[in-house]
């Protein structure tokens, strides 16, 4: 099979925040041993610290362009999946993977349709057991959450633990993470290790079992609708407007007496959820940061602004940095390129020729275009 790695860096408007690669050095290096071609558009990993001269070191062949790199590919590598020009040169036939928000971006799937291009969005692949090494959603939310609180730390500027020193005792920071999916769970475990005091809520019953695992306080109002708010797949349910009020209150309260807030609450195929209000915001004290990491989605946060860091006249920090995973690219790109590898034997046949196996869920469930139709039936439903 031949393999091309796109630079999707230089496939974004310039200054853009991605920096991630969608394969490194020690996957091609197993692509290769396993007897694919691949081919590495040059600068591809520059920002995550790989450069051309490893992957050479690899086995891949430098390309001097994307459109250069992917001549000729039987499936292209990505990590947002490129662009319409891009698709158009690819040959009919070929496969394309990466985050493609397709809900968000439906001009993409019909470009990979008139292509004749199968794209696979990894951000489709069903949450199933046998798909968990695969989810990229998960490997890049978990180190978000991490990220989140790191960049809280340095914004708030002071101390997360208690320290009792001769010239007194600084109180512990309280931290509250909104949202306890994948980002909220590596949040609270982060915050906790530092030593801050840290409470948790999301809609979902199954999860406060999880925060208390983490040695933090669930806060939600545990009503009968709560009991029942989370959909078959594990995702949050949109709650009624007489719950979300009845949140709001309780919310507002807690809020006012927090040093940190992340928030991390979204709904699939829907804007993000507006969790604190500029009503909250006013109550809370000069100095304390919100991170919000729905911001891309519309924001959990109102006033929040993508990609800057916004002052209330009171004094709060509200962080709209866009694509945290890409603030930590080379850890980011390392889990992505693994969860690519291991999807990659569902389109490889025994001989090691591009072979997508048709009959398999995963691939059904991501696989956006076939044939040059678009198949995936939320795009078609």
């Given at each position: 099979m031949?393999i091309?790695?796109l630079?999707?860096?230089?496939?974004?408007?310039k200054?853009?925040?991605?920096?991630?690669?969608?394969?490194?050095?020690?996957?091609?290096?197993?692509?290769?041993k396993?007897?694919?071609?691949?081919?590495?558009?040059?600068?591809?990993g520059?920002r995550?610290d790989?450069?051309?001269?490893l992957?050479?070191?690899?086995?891949?062949?430098i390309?001097?362009?994307?459109?250069?790199a992917v001549?000729?590919?039987?499936?292209?590598l990505?990590v947002?999946?490129?662009?319409?020009?891009?698709?158009?040169s690819?040959?009919?036939?070929?496969?394309?993977?990466?985050?493609?928000?397709?809900?968000?971006?439906?001009k993409?799937?019909?470009?990979?349709?008139?292509?004749?291009?199968?794209?696979?969005?990894?951000d489709?692949?069903?949450?199933?057991?046998?798909?968990?090494?695969?989810?990229?959603l998960?490997s890049?939310?978990?180190?978000?959450?991490?990220r989140?609180?790191?960049?809280?730390?340095?914004?708030?500027?002071?101390?997360?633990?208690?320290?009792?020193?001769?010239?007194?005792t600084?109180?512990?920071?309280?931290?509250?993470i909104?949202?306890?999916?994948?980002?909220g769970?590596?949040?609270?475990?982060?915050?906790?290790?530092?030593?801050?005091?840290?409470?948790?809520?999301?809609?979902?019953?199954?999860?406060k079992e999880?925060?208390?695992?983490?040695?933090?306080?669930?806060?939600?109002?545990?009503?009968?609708?709560?009991?029942?708010?989370?959909?078959?797949?594990?995702?949050?349910?949109?709650?009624?407007?007489?719950?979300?009020?009845?949140?709001?209150?309780?919310?507002?309260?807690?809020?006012?007496?927090?040093?940190?807030?992340?928030?991390?609450?979204l709904?699939?195929?829907?804007?993000?959820?507006?969790?604190?209000?500029?009503?909250?915001?006013?109550?809370?004290?000069?100095?304390?940061v919100?991170?919000?990491?729905?911001?891309?989605?519309?924001?959990?946060?109102?006033?929040?602004?993508?990609?800057?860091?916004?002052?209330?006249?009171?004094?709060?920090?509200?962080?709209?940095?866009?694509?945290?995973?890409?603030?930590?690219?080379?850890?980011?790109?390392?889990?992505?390129?693994?969860?690519?590898?291991n999807?990659?034997p569902l389109?490889?046949?025994?001989?090691?020729?591009?072979?997508p196996?048709?009959?398999?869920?995963?691939?059904?469930?991501c696989?956006?275009?076939?044939?040059?139709?678009?198949v995936?039936?939320r795009?078609?439903?």
């Amino acid at each position: 099979m031949k393999i091309s790695v796109l630079n999707d860096v230089a496939l974004q408007k310039k200054g853009g925040a991605e920096a991630r690669v969608a394969a490194t050095p020690e996957t091609v290096a197993g692509y290769v041993k396993d007897g694919h071609v691949v081919t590495v558009a040059k600068g591809a990993g520059a920002r995550a610290d790989y450069s051309d001269d490893l992957y050479k070191a690899a086995g891949a062949k430098i390309a001097t362009t994307n459109l250069t790199a992917v001549k000729d590919a039987d499936l292209v590598l990505s990590v947002n999946g490129g662009t319409e020009k891009l698709l158009a040169s690819l040959k009919s036939g070929a496969g394309i993977t990466g985050v493609l928000s397709p809900t968000d971006n439906p001009k993409y799937a019909a470009a990979c349709a008139k292509a004749g291009v199968t794209a696979y969005a990894l951000d489709y692949i069903p949450r199933i057991s046998r798909a968990q090494a695969m989810d990229v959603l998960s490997s890049q939310s978990n180190l978000s959450g991490y990220r989140s609180v790191v960049e809280a730390g340095g914004i708030y500027g002071r101390a997360f633990p208690m320290m009792m020193t001769a010239a007194g005792t600084i109180a512990p920071a309280k931290v509250f993470i909104m949202g306890v999916g994948v980002a909220g769970l590596q949040a609270i475990a982060t915050a906790r290790r530092l030593g801050a005091v840290t409470t948790a809520t999301d809609v979902r019953p199954a999860t406060k079992e999880q925060v208390a695992s983490l040695g933090a306080k669930f806060i939600a109002v545990e009503n009968e609708e709560f009991k029942a708010a989370e959909t078959a797949g594990g995702y949050a349910k949109q709650m009624s407007a007489e719950y979300q009020a009845l949140q709001a209150e309780l919310t507002a309260k807690h809020i006012a007496k927090q040093d940190i807030v992340i928030t991390t609450a979204l709904i699939p195929g829907r804007a993000a959820p507006v969790l604190v209000t500029k009503a909250m915001l006013g109550n809370m004290r000069p100095g304390s940061v919100l991170i919000d990491l729905a911001v891309e989605r519309g924001g959990n946060v109102e006033g929040a602004k993508p990609g800057e860091i916004v002052t209330t006249d009171n004094g709060v920090h509200i962080v709209g940095h866009l694509n945290w995973p890409s603030r930590m690219a080379a850890d980011a790109s390392n889990m992505f390129a693994r969860n690519i590898k291991n999807f990659l034997p569902l389109v490889t046949a025994e001989d090691g020729a591009y072979a997508p196996d048709w009959d398999d869920e995963i691939i059904k469930g991501c696989a956006l275009t076939k044939d040059g139709e678009v198949v995936h039936e939320r795009l078609t439903s």
